[in-house]
């Protein structure tokens, strides 16, 4: 990836793809989403980087069992956090810069914009085929300060989490429209929490409606990229850190996510690999 004719490449020089998570919506899984995809691009032999900018919610680093860890700082910049021995999923966000676990982040807007733009540039990544950028829900601040912040570097695009419900439905319509205003390609629109697969009998429950994401994407001309059932197994890896796409391949979730990154995937040349 190449920085814009008069911008220093600086840190994210060695990054080949950026893919921002968006959605109009919080709870609808855009952490989980984005730890998914980012373990499904390891497990297809790329070196993948999450950058957690979501400061007031920051749950990537429990979710992949490295809370409390130390961010460094290195000769190029901050040292991000290496979730396998591999070093093959680096992470940053600011879960690891708090004091205390259960501390708030009681910022106004100039101050979250400058820490996302230090993230951006101050962060050594090193060589990465993806950088998956998981941001909090809305079309404000942080997420002008994300996309102003990476523009130089041409992102892929974005990928837009919804549920199927009327009302997160309407919420993602918004955020697609904040992607066409900055000129934010969408990669395509994944539905989360799509139906309750029962582990006894496998009949699928639809609890939260059904194919608002499909219809929303059809409706905007964008792709759909699939849908993530509610599973029990995926939310038992998260709350434990464990790694759902290597531990539970039978789960109903599996097919799901590896499709979506397999998608990305297709997209894209072969990377570092």
């Keep these: 990836m190449e920085a814009a004719a008069g911008e220093c490449p600086g840190n994210l020089a060695g990054v080949q793809h950026i893919v921002l998570v968006l959605s109009g919506k919080g709870g609808v899984g855009k952490s989980t989403i984005s730890t998914e995809l980012a373990l499904a691009l390891r497990h297809a032999g790329k070196k993948v980087g999450i950058l957690d900018v979501d400061l007031c919610g920051p749950s990537v680093p429990r979710m992949l069992r490295v809370q409390g860890r130390a961010v460094h700082q290195g000769d190029s910049g901050w040292v991000p956090v290496f979730v396998d021995r591999e070093q093959s999923i680096s ?3 600011v879960g690891f810069l708090l004091e205390q676990p259960d501390e708030a982040v009681v910022w106004r807007g100039p101050k979250k914009n400058a820490l996302i733009k230090q993230f951006v540039s101050d962060v050594a990544w090193g060589q990465l085929d993806y950088l998956v950028v998981d941001t909090p829900p809305g079309t404000s601040d942080e997420h002008m300060a994300v996309v102003d912040a990476l523009r130089p570097y041409s992102p892929l695009g974005a990928l837009v989490v919804t549920t199927p419900q009327a009302v997160s439905v309407g919420d993602v319509r918004r955020e697609l429209t904040f992607c066409r205003k900055v000129g934010l390609r969408v990669i395509g629109l994944v539905e989360n929490m799509s139906g309750f697969v029962c582990p006894h009998c496998s009949e699928c429950t ?4 059904r194919g608002g994401g499909e219809e929303l994407a059809r409706h905007a001309g964008v792709p759909f990229l699939g849908s993530v059932p509610l ?11 464990r790694d759902f796409i290597q531990d539970f391949p039978d789960s109903p979730a599996f097919p799901a996510l590896s499709s979506i990154a397999q998608k990305i995937l297709s997209q894209t040349p072969a990377g570092l690999s």
């Design 91 to 93: 992470l940053m966000s």
């Design 206 to 209: 639809n609890i939260f409606s």
């Design 231 to 241: 599973d029990p197994e995926l939310t038992r890896s998260l709350e434990d850190g």
